[in-house]
């Protein structure tokens, strides 16, 4: 699905984290269950982490700032902060990392949206969001 960014800085563990969080956010059965199995069988993490996850955080501590902050852009549209902005580089993430994670929002957005559109039949073990934001 993501192509080009799979050659991003942003190890595969943190793009599913992204992934599920903004799935979560914008209440897509189809992505919030792919992504979970993904998550727990390519990426490797475990429930405690997916359920993170799906509420916009992360036990890991860096990947935490990175998901904290995708899912605030996710939540408000872009319209992060300066302080939320800040936040993300000071836990280390440089400017082309902060691009790259706005981007991997924008991307699973875009597929969370077709699919919900097209009601695609979910073909992974079925995870329904908690709620649709």
Same mark, same amino acid.
Request: with cysteine; proline share 4%; charged share 20%.
């Given at each position: 699905?993501?192509?080009?960014?799979?050659?991003?800085?942003?190890?595969?563990?943190?793009?599913?984290?992204?992934?599920?969080?903004?799935?979560?956010?914008?209440?897509?059965?189809?992505?919030?269950?792919?992504?979970?199995?993904?998550?727990?069988?390519?990426?490797?993490?475990?429930?405690?982490?997916?359920?993170?996850?799906?509420?916009?955080?992360?036990?890991?501590?860096?990947?935490? +700032? $990175?998901?904290?902050?995708? #899912? *605030? !852009?996710?939540?408000?549209?872009? /319209? &992060?902060?300066?302080?939320?902005?800040?936040?993300?580089? +000071? $836990?280390?993430?440089?400017? #082309? *990392? !902060?691009?790259?994670?706005?981007? /991997? &929002?924008?991307?699973?957005?875009?597929?969370?949206?077709?699919?919900?559109?097209?009601?695609?039949?979910?073909?992974?073990?079925?995870?329904?969001?908690?709620?649709?934001?």
């Amino acid at each position: 699905m993501s192509g080009a960014l799979s050659k991003g800085s942003l190890p595969a563990p943190t793009r599913e984290r992204i992934a599920l969080a903004v799935a979560e956010i914008n209440g897509c059965s189809y992505c919030l269950s792919a992504h979970t199995y993904l998550a727990k069988n390519l990426a490797k993490l475990d429930d405690a982490e997916i359920t993170a996850n799906r509420s916009g955080a992360s036990n890991d501590p860096h990947a935490d +700032a $990175a998901v904290r902050f995708a #899912a *605030q !852009v996710a939540r408000v549209r872009g /319209h &992060v902060s300066e302080a939320e902005l800040r936040a993300v580089k +000071a $836990a280390g993430y440089d400017d #082309a *990392q !902060v691009i790259e994670i706005v981007q /991997h &929002v924008a991307l699973n957005t875009w597929t969370n949206y077709i699919n919900e559109v097209a009601k695609t039949d979910v073909d992974f073990p079925a995870i329904s969001p908690r709620k649709a934001a």
